[in-house]
Every structure is written in structure tokens, then in C-alpha cells.
């Protein structure tokens, strides 16, 4: 069984692999609302960066912080960060709501689909997510809360205790807490969204309430093969980060380009690896999980409720 | 002080990585803290001794020794208060008899009622009043000696505001004047409570900063007593004179002080008893905690051996070593270029975690630092206070000017020392941060406080008077760095050095004022700079110029008799035009710099005038750039981005911040997405 669960891990990459068409169309729609928020930003700056020689002072030496800070706080504030940003990213974010349900579709089927069937099911998964996204936020205020008792407990003994050191120990596991809480919410809430896709359940709630039971039944499982992931994540950026701020030459604006699109690219891909282990877990272990709970008469594992010949897993 | 120079760090600092600093020095000595430590008893005379300011009452006075302080003083910290007594002998040097005598309360300043408080809330509206952050000084008997008890005629007064609930300001009358040349000796009982840290002096946990904490008479000045209130944007003013603090506290605390230490002695309670001494100074601060880490190092210079006592709080032993450092090499360069530190001592106090408040302040021979924990090697924060309140301990320690009424000669002369000596300790382009994707340099830090505020008040405004605390800092200090930097195109820099050393070295141990500053610099130069000055100085000109025109025009532009082809048009070359405008009401003249595609460069000179001048060359080749001030010493121009322009550009500065722009637009949404 723990030689199974750990192939779900190499096999969500390769799923993630197979399908990567619904990598590629989010990251690109990503990388375009940024291009043209970014654009607008930038529209106030150009003919300035593109006239002056004080331009260059961003060539040197990664860049010198100066002239940025000119840029934003000298006469006119060429350089003023305005609402496209946030816009582009709103934008994004409906876009992957929409998108969310064709990617597990796509997973869940393991075969790649029609422009049109991935919106379809987009579309037919869209107000189930968005509900989702109502519980997520709502389900994240406990965590806030612990948060804010967690700085209260620290500002609590800081102001107590003669050493500094307690309450910044007392934050840290705090920040920790709260990254582990997230963790596990956000687990909750994909889970919930695979079972949506899976069972073909509509009610937000009842995705909810099957998610967490599974979890519960399965946390180790579970936790590990989305932890593992995530670990890989931030080893990766950060290594992606540190070629680029202490190997790239100031003025290889080109190479630079590519290796920031490297970092999200690699950031979304581990998320889609997620995604699709997390489908092929639901798919080997889930249901039969959820079965039991329907039909604990029957203790036998029953086969994915469609397409039962695509699960990978034996 | 220079509280916001550490909070710019703090923000970096989590994004920054590690990179190089100076070369360390020798003979560093760490021990951890225990009961009996404290700094070294009275050092050994230095070489030089005649120029030292020590516990030696042996030496000759450096100053004209006005005021004589005795305080006894003990800390109870477990209600944070200090309960004292103290005798100041007033030595009446004002060619008059004096009558009325007013003294700082400034620990009164820690009232919600208070001018501070008020001024705190225009500046800060979010600011909220806490009890712990009550602090005050009060007087339980004053008495002078031969004319009996005072405490009758003891009132607060307001000069500055009229506010009559600030008591930051005491007044008392004598029976009888005080003839010219005698002296007056009072005696006076009072009991400090000591805030949180707010503001330079209080507390936190076990550590407590003690600043401003006794009462401490006016200076007579341009003939009348110059006693300001205790304002949110001003520091301090005092007469010179000797100072003996006997302090008493439990025998665990590690102490440090502005004096050498005489004696110490353990006391049967409990306590001990430290006795301090110092002279030609202005001030007296003292620092005690049970946590601190002490560290001592020496360092030698022209007036003898100054011994570096580093007294570190929890968690920040690695950045011990860099504040020594950075004093050294500041301590160096200020004897090389300025003139000699005469004090055999300088003492480092290192906040703890959370109070910053007490940070980045200085006194004489104590000076208060900051720094984070993990603080990387990168952002220099640690040695751009260090040596900024290291350089106050010669523009305002030594050179003790009005704080209250000029406090550009303090906080924006040392702002400009700060440039010149962390260029030279840390590089020019990277002595604020120097991180492998970018760097900062302090002379663009200077700069851009000052293009944050440029015209809203001048230079020589009184400190209290400034529109916000904004102006203050960016006028004070990052516009008088910046003057000064730029009078350095006009006079040379080794001018400036040689003129600022003359400042020094004639007015150290007095209160000379922003006109004996000024006078130096042109009877050193050989210059009359009041046109500058006026401008810079007294007023709130702005100094913008930029290239309004550049463009290229064939030779002849019209086709030849004949040549219906049009190819006669451009076999001359080029008539090439560029025109600068002066889009401020500071005249400065400039130099323009103009070059062809061949290779060919020129150069005018302009005296800047008239509003704009245009230039037309008539040339084989087209010109591809233009640009003011090419050297860049002209740093207060306010707008370096209009100042050049090139048709040489490549789009790569927009390209680069393009993409930096895309990738983090990019980030927020995945941040966004995350919730999906």
C-alpha cells in the first residue's frame, strides 16, 4: 500500500506531464494580463528610460535602487504603480476559477480536451468553485484568528519576560502554525474540488464535508504527498532565484526575462503536480474511502464512477 | 538621531544576501556580562594628553567650562524610576547679572498633554497613548546655595508654543542677581520615571537608556536665555562644563556611560555605587542592563588611544564586530580629515530586540545603535548609524551648535560627512545596501530625502517649525548633505575637506551658528558664495534643468536648383540643435555636454540665467546625445532623469523594468489564484 500511494507522487508528474496543455494556456494567459498591466505601468516611463542616459543607472550592478525610487517619487511620479496590476490579477483569478474544473477534468480523464469541452466543464464547475472560494475565505478567519492570538500571546510575554527571545520564538512557531493550517485548508479545499469533478457532486457543502472526511481518515497520506510537493516548490524558486539575482549579468535582460518565466512557470507546474496526485490519490484510494462512508456494507475499493479504465494506478 | 536609516534596513534586509565590509580591527575583547563588569576604570593618560579630555582634572579645559554637574542617582528598576539629587555650579559668564534661571525638564515631554505628544500626533495621527509611555521628572526641593529654598518661585514657562500644559521648560528665581563672573550653586532633589522607550530615553525589559533625565539649565545666548521646549523634531542645547555621576543600581547591571569610570564600589544592599566623571562636554547619558554582551576594542589616533566599549544586547553579537569596525574607520577618517577625537573613550550601545526607539541617538562619548537579528552583511544599516552618531560627537558633541534653532548644522553638516566617510569606508555606489541585484548608495539616499520635500521649507527654519517630520528629515538633513555635496563642483572637493576642517578645528567647544559656518566655507574658498547660499541655504528654489530640445536638421534642407531628386538635401551635414531650459528658480551654472555620432564631443559652460539657451552646431554627423552636469555633481537638481538626452537608447532600462514589472504583476496573481 505505501509502495502504491508513493507512486501517486511520480505518478502526478507524469500526469501533470501528459496533460501539460492545461499548464500552458494558464500560465500563458498569466504571463499576457501581466504583459499589459505592466505595459500601462510602464507606458508613464518609457519615452523617459528610452531618452535619457540616467537610464542606465538600471544596468548596473543588478540596478541601483535610486533610480527607481526617482522614477516613483521625482516630478510627475512617472513611475506609479496604478490598480492594473490588481486588475490583472482579478482577472486571472476568474479565469483559473473557470479553468479549474476543465484542468481536473483533464486529470481525471487523462486525456486532453477540446478547447471547448475544458470551457464546458469550466463553466459547469464555475459557481460550484466559486462557492468554494466563499468557504475557503471563510474557513481561513479560524486561522486569522489563530494567528492574532498567536501575536497576542507573543506580545504577552514580551512584555513579561526579561529575554527577547520567548516571544520571538512564540512568533515564529506561530508563522509556522499558520503555514501548516493553510496547508492543510487549501488541501481540504482541493480535495473538496477533485470530489466535485469526481462524484459529479453539486452541493459545495457535501464536497466539503466528504473532503474532510477524508482527510481525517487519511491525513499522513495525504499531507505527505502535497507537503513533498510543496517542499520541491520552494527549493526550486529558490534556486531559480539565486541564479538569477547572484549569476545574471545586470545588463542580459533577454536571459533574465527567461529565468523570472522559469520561476512562475516552475511555480504553477508543482501546483498542477499537485493536482494531478491528488486526482490520481481520489482515484486509487478516495472512493473507495468515500464508499465506505456511503455503503459501509461493502468494504471492497469501487472503480472511478466514469471512464474506470483511465485510472493509472494499479 | 537617525531612527529611519535602521527601519529602511529593516524593511531590505529580509530580501537582502551577504557581501563584503571593511577590514576589521585588532584587539577586540568580548566578556559576558556578570555582575562586576563594568567599563574599565579611568584609562592610563593617552599620548597627546594635552589635547585628551579625561577623567584628568589635571588637563587643561578644552571648553570654557560653564556648568559643573554632581549627581548622585539611584535606579530602582522595579517601579523604572531613578530618585537623585544633584548640585550644578552655574558659572555666570554672561557679562550680566542673571536673576531668573531656566532649566530642561525634558522627561515631562512623556504626557499626552505635552508640546511633544501634540507634535507627535499632527505627524503621527495613528499614534496611541499608553500608560507604560508616561514618563516625567519631578522636583521635590531646589535651593541655591547661600540664598535659601527656590521651590516657591519654580513655574513652568512655554516660549516656543505657549502651550501651558507642557512642562518641559522649569524657571526659578533667585533672591538676588548673580553678579557677572560668580557663580551660583543649586541643589536640587528630584525623582525621574522613566517611560518605554518613545522617544531616545526610557526602558525595555531590563534595559534602560537614560537620557535627558536631569534638570539642566538654559544657555545664555545672543544675550538671553535660549531654553527651548522639548519638541518632536528638535534635539538639544547645553552649555559646557564638567559632570560627576555617582550611580547606584543592582550589582548585576552592566553599565555605560558618557564619563570615565572613577570607582566602583558594592554596596550592603545589594546595590553598588559606579562613579563617573567627564569634562568638556555638554550632556550625561548612562545605559544599564543585566543582558548585555560588553565588547572593547581601541583604537589610536592623533590625540591619543580611545578605548571602544560595545555593550550588545541578546541576539545581536553578530553585528558586534561591525560597529567596531565602522567606528574605527569613521574615528580614522574623521582625524585625517577633519580633526582629533580628545576623548579617551566612545561607548556603543546596542539596543535590544524592539527598541529601536532608543536607537540611533547620541551623546557625548555614548552613542545608542541599532540592528536586527540576522541582519545581513548587505544592508549596511548598522554602519550608516554608527557612523552617523559617531559623527555627531563632532558636529554637536564638539561643535555645539543649536540644535533647536539650526538644526542643519548638526544633523545636515554630519549627514554630509556621513556621505564623504562611508563612500570612502564601504564604496560610493554600495554604502547602503549592496545586494547582488542592486545597490544603494547614501549620497542617492541624501538625495532623495531631499527631492521628497524639496521646496517646502528652508534649511534654516527652527526645527519645530517645519511643515511634518518629512520636511525635517529631508530638509535638514538629506538637503544640507546635498548643498554641500554640490558646493563641492563649485569649490573642489579638497576645499571642502580643508574648509569643514577649519570649521571644526575653530569652532569646536563653542555654539557657532549657521553664519560662522558659511563665512568659513567662503574664507576658505576664496569664494563669495551668497548667491548659493541664498538660494540653497535661505530659500526653497528649485534647481531643475533639462535638455527641452535635441534634434538634427540636413545641410542645406532643401534641394538645390535643379536637383529634383531631392539628393543635394544633407551633403553638407547636419545643423544640430539642442536647447536647455532652467525649469526652476535656481540659478546654477552648468555644464552641457554634446555628442556627435563620430565621436566628437563638446562641452559649454552656462551660467544658467536666463531661462534657456539653445546650441547649434553645424557638423558632418548628427548629435546623439545631450547632457547636463555630465560629471553629476550637481546633485541637487531635482529631476537627474530630464537632465540628458540620447538617441542612442537601446530599450533595455525599459525592457529590463518591464519585465520586472510583468513578473510581479504575474506573482499577484498566482497569490490570487491560490485561493481557486
Not at chain 1, 13 to 34: D, E, I, K, S, T
Not at chain 2, 213 to 226: I, L, R, S, T
Not at chain 2, 336 to 342: F, K, L, S, V
Amino acid at each position: 500500500m505505501t509502495g502504491e500511494k508513493s507512486g501517486i507522487f511520480t505518478g502526478g508528474a507524469g500526469l501533470a506531464w501528459r496533460r501539460q496543455r492545461v499548464l500552458w494556456w494558464p500560465f500563458l494567459v498569466n504571463l499576457v494580463l501581466a504583459h499589459f498591466a505592466a505595459h500601462a505601468t510602464m507606458a508613464r516611463v518609457e519615452s523617459v528610460l528610452n531618452q535619457s542616459l540616467a537610464s542606465e543607472r538600471l544596468l548596473v550592478h543588478g540596478f541601483h535602487f535610486s533610480a527607481i525610487l526617482e522614477l516613483m517619487s521625482g516630478p510627475g511620479n512617472r513611475l506609479s504603480f496604478g490598480p492594473e496590476g490588481f486588475a490583472s490579477a482579478f482577472v486571472f483569478f476568474f479565469f483559473m476559477l473557470l479553468a479549474t474544473g476543465g484542468i481536473l477534468e483533464s486529470y481525471w480523464r487523462d486525456t486532453t480536451l477540446t478547447t471547448t469541452d475544458f470551457f464546458q466543464n469550466g463553466g459547469k464547475y464555475f459557481w460550484r468553485f466559486l462557492r468554494l472560494v466563499i468557504y475557503l475565505l471563510i474557513a481561513l478567519i479560524p486561522v486569522g484568528i489563530i494567528g492574532a492570538i498567536g501575536a497576542s500571546i507573543s506580545d504577552h510575554v514580551d512584555a513579561k519576560s526579561i529575554s527577547p527571545f520567548p516571544a520571538v520564538w512564540i512568533n515564529l512557531a506561530n508563522l509556522l502554525v499558520i503555514l501548516l493550517l493553510m496547508m492543510i485548508v487549501r488541501l481540504w479545499f482541493d480535495m473538496a474540488e477533485v470530489i466535485a469533478v469526481a462524484e459529479g457532486e453539486r452541493a459545495a457543502w457535501r464536497c466539503l464535508r466528504d473532503s474532510a472526511r477524508l482527510l481525517r481518515r487519511n491525513f499522513g497520506s495525504l499531507f505527505w504527498l502535497y507537503f513533498r510537493i510543496s517542499f520541491l516548490a520552494w527549493l526550486g524558486e529558490a534556486i531559480l532565484l539565486h541564479i538569477w539575482v547572484r549569476y545574471l549579468p545586470a545588463e542580459r535582460v533577454g536571459i533574465s526575462f527567461v529565468i523570472a518565466q522559469l520561476v512562475v512557470l516552475f511555480w504553477m507546474g508543482l501546483r498542477w503536480w499537485q493536482r494531478a496526485s491528488e486526482v490520481l490519490w481520489y482515484q486509487a484510494w478516495g472512493m473507495a474511502d468515500t464508499s465506505q462512508q456511503t455503503a459501509p456494507a461493502d468494504p471492497q475499493p469501487s472503480a472511478p464512477a466514469r471512464d474506470p479504465e483511465l485510472v493509472v494506478l494499479r | 538621531m537617525r531612527n529611519w536609516i535602521a527601519a529602511v534596513a529593516a524593511i531590505l534586509c529580509a530580501a537582502a544576501m551577504g557581501s563584503g565590509s571593511p577590514a576589521r580591527g585588532s584587539g577586540t575583547g568580548t566578556a559576558k556580562a556578570h555582575a562586576t563588569i563594568a567599563l574599565a576604570p579611568q584609562q592610563s593618560p593617552p599620548p597627546g594628553a594635552a589635547m585628551t579630555a579625561s577623567g584628568s582634572s589635571a588637563k587643561a579645559p578644552l571648553s570654557t567650562r560653564i556648568v559643573a554637574y554632581k549627581i548622585d542617582a539611584k535606579l530602582d528598576p522595579s517601579t523604572h524610576t531613578i530618585t537623585a539629587t544633584e548640585t550644578l555650579t552655574y558659572h555666570n559668564l554672561t557679562g550680566q547679572p542673571q536673576q531668573e534661571f531656566p532649566f530642561h525638564m525634558y522627561l515631562n515631554a512623556f504626557q499626552p498633554q505635552s508640546t511633544f505628544m501634540t507634535e507627535q500626533r499632527i505627524d503621527s495621527p495613528e499614534y496611541e497613548w499608553k500608560p507604560e509611555h508616561l514618563g516625567s521628572i519631578r522636583i521635590s526641593s531646589i535651593e541655591a546655595e547661600g540664598m535659601g529654598d527656590l521651590s516657591s518661585t519654580m513655574h513652568f514657562i512655554q516660549p516656543d508654543d505657549g502651550n501651558t500644559q507642557d512642562q518641559t521648560v522649569m524657571q526659578v528665581k533667585l533672591p538676588k542677581p548673580v553678579a557677572p563672573g560668580a557663580d551660583v550653586q543649586f541643589k536640587i532633589a528630584f525623582t525621574d520615571v522613566m517611560p518605554v522607550v518613545v522617544a531616545r530615553t526610557g526602558y525595555l525589559r531590563d534595559f534602560y537608556m537614560v537620557g535627558q533625565w536631569f534638570p539642566k539649565v538654559g544657555v545664555w545666548w545672543k544675550g538671553a536665555w535660549n531654553c527651548h521646549q522639548f519638541h518632536e523634531n528638535t534635539e538639544f542645547f547645553a552649555d559646557f562644563g564638567t559632570f560627576d555621576v555617582n550611580v547606584t543600581l543592582p550589582q548585576n547591571e552592566v553599565v555605560g556611560a558618557g564619563g570615565d569610570l572613577v570607582s566602583e564600589k558594592n554596596n550592603a544592599d545589594g546595590s553598588k555605587t559606579l562613579e563617573f566623571h567627564s569634562e568638556d562636554v555638554h550632556d550625561f547619558s548612562w545605559t544599564a542592563s543585566p543582558s548585555y554582551t560588553r565588547v572593547d576594542d581601541t583604537w589610536t589616533g592623533s590625540a591619543g588611544t580611545v578605548q571602544i566599549h560595545a555593550l550588545i544586547s541578546p541576539g545581536n553579537m553578530g553585528t558586534a564586530q561591525r560597529y567596531i569596525d565602522c567606528v574605527k574607520g569613521t574615528l580614522q577618517k574623521f582625524d585625517e580629515w577633519y580633526g582629533p577625537y580628545p576623548y579617551d573613550r566612545i561607548t556603543l550601545v546596542d539596543p535590544p530586540h524592539g527598541g529601536l526607539r532608543a536607537g540611533g541617538m547620541e551623546y557625548p562619548t555614548l552613542i545608542t545603535l541599532d540592528t536586527a537579528w540576522f541582519m545581513p552583511k548587505s544592508v549596511l544599516g548598522p554602519e550608516l548609524v554608527t557612523e552617523h552618531e559617531f559623527g555627531h560627537q563632532y558636529w554637536y558633541g564638539m561643535v555645539a551648535t543649536n540644535e533647536f534653532e539650526e538644526a542643519w548644522l548638526d544633523e545636515g553638516i554630519n549627514s554630509y560627512t556621513e556621505v564623504k566617510i562611508m563612500d570612502a569606508l564601504y564604496g560610493a555606489d554600495k554604502d547602503v545596501l549592496n545586494l547582488p541585484y542592486g545597490t544603494m548608495s547614501e549620497r542617492e539616499m541624501q538625495r532623495l530625502g531631499y527631492t521628497g520635500a524639496a521646496d517646502l521649507d528652508p534649511m534654516t527654519r527652527f526645527a519645530w517649525k517645519f511643515v511634518n517630520g518629512n520636511s525635517y528629515g529631508g530638509i535638514t538633513y538629506g538637503k544640507t548633505a546635498t548643498v554641500l555635496l554640490t558646493l563641492e563642483k563649485i569649490v573642489g572637493e579638497d576645499t571642502m575637506r580643508k574648509a569643514i576642517r577649519t570649521y571644526f578645528m575653530k569652532y569646536r567647544f563653542t555654539h557657532p551658528t549657521g553664519e560662522d559656518f558659511l563665512k568659513t566655507l567662503e574664507e576658505v574658498s576664496g569664494q563669495n558664495l551668497r548667491w548659493y547660499f541664498d538660494q540653497a541655504v535661505s530659500g526653497t528654489a528649485i534647481l531643475d534643468y533639462e535638455v527641452m530640445d535635441m534634434h538634427s536638421d540636413p545641410l542645406p534642407w532643401y534641394p538645390a536648383n535643379g536637383d529634383e531628386k531631392g539628393s543635394s538635401i544633407g551633403k553638407n551635414g547636419f545643423r544640430n540643435y539642442v536647447v536647455v531650459h532652467r525649469k526652476g528658480d535656481f540659478v546654477m551654472p552648468v555644464d552641457l555636454q554634446v555628442r556627435f555620432k563620430n565621436g566628437e564631443a563638446v562641452t559649454e559652460h552656462w551660467d544658467g540665467r536666463d531661462r534657456w539657451i539653445r546650441y547649434i552646431y553645424d557638423r558632418d554627423d548628427k548629435v546623439v546625445s545631450a547632457e547636463i552636469d555630465p560629471t553629476h555633481q550637481v546633485l541637487l537638481d531635482r529631476d537627474e532623469f530630464n537632465n540628458s538626452h540620447t538617441t542612442l537608447g537601446d530599450g533595455k532600462a525599459d525592457r529590463k523594468l518591464n519585465y520586472l514589472c510583468t513578473f510581479f504583476d504575474q506573482w499577484l496573481g498566482q497569490i490570487l489564484a491560490w485561493l481557486t
